[in-house]
């Protein structure tokens, strides 16, 4: 999917899937170009079927994560088998489960098809940032040991104490 320019403010990641005749547990994960931008803790995946429609939308929180404008991606781990309606065939696609998340670190195009997904997000607006005395917008970027790096999140300095822009 998609995010808007300005990117915006991800509070809830909703997946079309089920457990492939039994639940199974599951982490929701939302990917950025190969970089993980959120996983979710394990959570139960509930019994699905295998037919078109059998399966149900499984919800995972997000803690107010700022997403940069660009293409995401969403997809899940699960410890057993699962199966979701593909979009936009109406078909069904058929996933194994391996025993641990271990690192995820990118896709896994097993079953072939594209998943319902969609994500509950506040758009973020355009970032600017202060660079040789003028306001720029563009991909805002922080300093952190040394390196460039996109920000994960957007907070701000209240009573002496940083929170979350939610």
Do not use: K
Request: aromatic letters at 10%; a positive charge; charged letters at 5%.
């Amino acid at each position: 999917m998609n995010l808007p320019a300005g990117g915006g403010i991800v509070t809830d990641c909703y997946v079309y899937v089920g457990g492939d005749l039994a639940s199974v547990t599951g982490q929701l994960v939302i990917w950025g170009g190969s970089a993980i931008l959120w996983q979710s803790g394990n959570f139960t995946i509930p019994a699905g079927s295998r037919s078109v429609a059998g399966q149900g939308w499984v919800h995972q929180s997000v803690p107010s994560v700022y997403m940069g404008a660009g293409t995401l991606h969403i997809g899940w781990w699960s410890s057993g088998n699962v199966v979701w309606t593909m979009y936009p065939t109406g078909t069904t696609g058929y996933l194994r489960g391996q025993a641990t998340p271990g690192a995820i670190s990118g896709s896994n195009s097993e079953g072939g098809g594209n998943p319902g997904v969609y994500l509950v997000y506040t758009p973020g607006g355009i970032m600017r940032v202060r660079r040789s005395g003028v306001w720029t917008t563009g991909q805002v970027q922080v300093r952190r040991s040394g390196v460039w790096t996109t920000p994960t999140g957007v907070f701000i300095r209240r009573s002496g104490a940083w929170v979350p822009v939610s």
